[in-house]
């Protein structure tokens, strides 16, 4: 005989083999101990889960000349007859390939014949969402009220594409995803009917790919059983066969994602790429490792991973150095990196790139609000430390010419009535000092100049948060020198925001609430910023 694939050999014959559907099996159990059978149902549930099994169990259970507490007892002739595929009671159409009208026609020409032998004609309907909307017209009235031998059991992985008229006359089901423990259970008990030695925790490693599909389990242990013949299957050797990484790989790139360490994130593709690991795969598990980062960092619900208390304590010790927003933003930008690279030929490129955005958000030329962040921040701290910053594409000066350059004269310092009359022109001043220095700098756009008295210069602002951009101490510095070079006097100026000065100057006709833009978000006024033209000298 013919070699059996291991989902096959193992696909249960009775409801109690059934992994996982407790609430379904027993609910048709119970039916037909009763004899309160329908004539339609709908089995609905991602792949694996048991829907095409339950069905040909039901249409054995229904036609079994000797049933045992709602199970078919596969021994007598009915169930034999099923079991071999040789039964002309129980119809498999796979909706996908007959899935026109004339092939709905022929169902229902069919039905009117009684079954052969046992009490039941059965159409079992895979992938009944396939079928066309003249099809399920052409089904509807023989599905509604079909001839008492006839029972309908359909099974769908897409219920939302079934018309809703289908629905309503049919008993629906829906399967649940098999739990990793369940599919680790049963595989381990397999592999002992196998006499086959797999290590546990590759039992468990398979169980999560699996992704809750019994049937894909089987499929990857079947895999890597035909690779290793004849010798023990560790975790090691799961991974070889379908090109995976060890789950230290994770821990190691997110830490270098966060330090900013370009090289080191890749070399580690590098590392993957050499040893013909799957990019996409990899991927997915970068996700994933994130993810349970943040579900360990914002609960102390430990039931939701399936996970060893080991590794928890390892992702709890690397969640302690990462905000989860960080890691919240890293999930985000890898999820539209996975769908960027499904059907890309340059998937390596792809990542590399990406990760080199994450590590250096100023190379993202998009404009991002990371990227802008981190471009004023570079730009701030170079003038903290008094460094010549050029974004103009000239080349800084060098130390010599810092050395060769004349200082700067002494200013005396403005008077009362200098500051007043620098006010009245200060729309001009203001156009100066951009024009002169800082080019599109879009912040001095929204700010005024204002007395109240003494020989202070208030800078008005629109908003505290503006108010506090404009008011830090290099920022005040820059401005001191430049209004020196321009009206040869020292200023002593003072950053303020618009409501509190005119709370100081006592003017009643400052009315709040007509100040439409006075409470512009300081990201709207910074994305009209054009760094790469900025020159401060």
């Not at 008492?148 to 049919?170: D, G, Q, Y």
């Not at 649940?176 to 290590?199: A, F, G, H």
Request: charged letters at 30%.
């Amino acid at each position: 005989m013919s070699y059996m694939a291991l989902y096959r050999k193992w696909r249960p014959d009775n409801f109690d083999d059934v992994i996982g559907q407790e609430h379904v099996v027993k609910t048709m159990k119970n039916q037909i101990k009763l004899g309160r059978i329908a004539h339609a149902y709908l089995l609905c549930g991602t792949r694996g889960t048991g829907k095409t099994s339950i069905a040909k169990i039901f249409a054995k259970a229904v036609n079994c000349q000797n049933p045992i507490d709602g199970n078919p007892c596969n021994e007598c002739e009915v169930c034999k007859l099923i079991t071999n595929k040789q039964s002309m009671n129980v119809v498999e159409i796979d909706a996908a390939s007959n899935n026109g009208v004339d092939n709905i026609r022929e169902i229902n020409e069919e039905v009117k014949y009684k079954p052969t032998s046992g009490k039941y004609k059965v159409y079992i309907i895979d992938e009944v969402h396939m079928l066309s909307t003249g099809a399920f017209n052409a089904l509807l009235k023989t599905l509604e009220e079909p001839p008492p031998h006839v029972i309908f059991v359909l099974a769908t992985t897409e219920p939302h594409k079934i018309l809703a008229t289908i629905l309503s006359r049919c008993q629906r089901y829906d399967l649940k995803r098999i739990s990793i423990d369940n599919i680790c259970q049963t595989l381990t008990y397999y592999m002992e009917q196998e006499k086959i030695d797999v290590q546990e925790k590759a039992l468990r490693y398979i169980a999560k790919l699996a992704d809750g599909s019994m049937r894909d389990g089987l499929s990857i242990l079947d895999q890597c059983i035909s690779f290793y013949i004849d010798q023990q299957i560790t975790l090691e050797n799961v991974l070889d066969v379908l090109g995976a990484v060890d789950q230290d790989v994770f821990y190691q790139i997110t830490k270098a994602i966060y330090n900013k360490d370009t090289m080191e994130c890749l070399n580690i593709i590098d590392k993957i790429v050499v040893n013909g690991r799957d990019l996409s795969q990899f991927i997915l598990d970068l996700i994933n490792h994130m993810r349970n980062i943040v579900i360990i960092q914002v609960t102390d619900e430990k039931d939701i991973l399936d996970m060893s208390s080991e590794n928890i304590e390892k992702l709890k010790e690397q969640g302690k150095n990462i905000q989860p927003e960080i890691i919240m933003k890293y999930i985000k930008e890898l999820s539209l990196l996975e769908n960027q690279i499904k059907y890309s030929s340059q998937k390596r490129i792809l990542i590399e790139v990406q990760l080199i955005k994450l590590c250096q958000p100023k190379t993202d030329y998009n404009n991002s609000y990371e990227s802008l962040v981190e471009r004023i921040n570079e730009v701030e701290k170079k003038i903290k430390e008094g460094v010549n910053v050029v974004y103009s594409g000239k080349e800084e000066k060098t130390k010599e010419e810092k050395k060769t350059k004349k200082p700067v004269a002494t200013r005396r310092a403005a008077i009362p009535e200098e500051i007043e009359a620098l006010v009245k022109k200060w729309d001009s001043i203001r156009e100066r000092i951009k024009s002169t220095s800082i080019s599109n700098y879009g912040l001095f756009e929204e700010i005024e100049a204002g007395y109240l008295e003494g020989n202070v210069l208030y800078l008005v602002c629109p908003s505290d948060v503006i108010a506090k951009t404009i008011g830090k101490e290099e920022r005040v510095n820059f401005l001191i020198t430049m209004l020196q070079e321009l009206e040869k006097k020292t200023y002593n100026i003072k950053v303020i925001e618009k409501k509190e000065f005119y709370t100081l100057k006592n003017d009643i006709s400052y009315d709040e609430e007509n100040k439409q833009d006075d409470e512009e978000d300081i990201n709207n006024i910074i994305k009209n910023i054009n760094f790469n033209n900025i020159e401060i000298e």
